[in-house]
Nanobody
Framework: VQLQASGGGLVQAGGSLKLSCAASGGAFNRYHITWFRQTPGKEREFVAAINWSGGRDDYANSVKGRFTISRDNADKMVYLQMNSLKPEDTAVYYC?????????????????WGQGTLVTVSS
């Protein structure tokens, strides 16, 4: 499975962005998909995850109530709708796929990664 993240950009605090993760090849609907983010000098941070069917999701406390993850297995897409953005949401966002048995896939090894898309939230 190849993943490509897109949709990042510059937005003012309080604004919204919708990130997309497009998959190609492989059996996309066998994988849980997770969004991570990372800023320079910091460790990669879990943001949100969605299970293989789209029936379950999980969020970091810092984004709960503001971000929504969804997927369309027919189109091999995963989305991250980000509302009420804050300057601290500024980061490079990555999507990743894991075939981990359980969900949420905490501690999972990830099989595939997208290239990242930069989100910048100005104050």
């Amino acid at each position: 499975v190849q993943l490509q993240a897109s949709g990042g950009g510059l937005v003012q605090a309080g604004g919204s962005l919708k990130l997309s993760c497009a998959a190609s090849g492989g059996a996309f609907n066998r994988y849980h998909i997770t969004w991570f983010r990372q800023t320079p000098g910091k460790e990669r941070e879990f943001v949100a995850a969605i299970n293989w069917s789209g029936g379950r999701d999980d969020y970091a406390n810092s984004v709960k109530g503001r971000f929504t993850i969804s997927r369309d297995n027919a189109d091999k897409m995963v989305y991250l709708q980000m509302n009420s953005l804050k300057p601290e949401d500024t980061a490079v966002y990555y999507c990743a796929a894991t075939a981990h048995i359980t969900f949420p896939p905490y501690g999972a090894e990830y099989d595939f990664w997208g290239q990242g898309t930069l989100v910048t939230v100005s104050s």
